[in-house]
């Protein structure tokens, strides 16, 4: 509840000054962007056991956005974030030996967010953005000798799989025009903690 009220709050840090920027460079209405992070923020609630010891295969984060410029400053949209892990467990800590199993987990996230447009030139704009939304997971079990290892199951509820999700960038770059651009964010979230994409900006109807 702490870090919702954080976020919340530098928003509106960031909301205030952006209301107030002059609106010089004509943006497309409806932007669609592709990125990539690493570190992202997802957090699964299974693990086999406390005594097993994981080695992490982490892809990274891969997400989509839409976003529907209400002005040149401001758009809301929403996200979409796709999260594999894969962990292999093993009897001892920083070894191969004595595997337990290969354990195979997904997240799927959806966000609402609020995207601010507080520096824009013809090639280049800074923005920030702030997202919320939940995150569902599920997993795979592969490799696994009940008869040699005894582990922990998930629960089966489906609400035991979900769990608040947010996004949150300071500081975005995005280089290009206003239709094709790419860019590379900095944040904390569903997102990872940096990332790097593409933005295509749809042509406003004249």
Not at 134 to 158: C, H, T, V
Request: charged share 20%; proline share 4%; hydrophobic share 35%.
């Amino acid at each position: 509840m702490k870090t919702k009220f954080i976020i919340l709050g530098l928003l509106v840090a960031i909301a205030v000054p952006a209301f107030a920027q002059r609106d010089t460079i004509r943006s497309n209405k409806n932007e669609f962007s592709l990125g990539y992070g690493v570190k992202p923020s997802s957090s699964f609630r299974y693990s086999p056991g406390h005594h097993y010891y994981p080695l992490e295969e982490h892809v990274g984060a891969i997400y989509a956005t839409y976003t529907r410029r209400l002005t040149k400053v401001i758009g809301i949209g929403a996200t979409y974030c796709l999260d594999p892990r894969v962990f292999t467990y093993y009897e001892k800590p920083s070894t191969k030996e004595g595997l337990i199993c290969r354990l195979g987990e997904t997240s799927h996230t959806l966000m609402l967010h609020l995207k601010i447009n507080w520096l824009n030139t013809k090639y280049v704009n800074l923005y920030s953005k702030v997202g919320q939304g939940i995150m569902a997971w599920g997993y795979s079990l592969k490799e696994y000798r009940p008869d040699l290892y005894q582990i922990n199951m998930p629960s089966n509820k489906f609400i035991d799989r979900i769990d608040y999700a947010y996004q949150f960038v300071p500081i975005g770059v995005e280089i290009g025009t206003k239709q094709y651009a790419g860019f590379i964010q900095c944040g904390l979230g569903m997102e990872g903690i940096i990332s790097i994409g593409f933005r295509y900006g749809l042509k406003d109807k004249e």
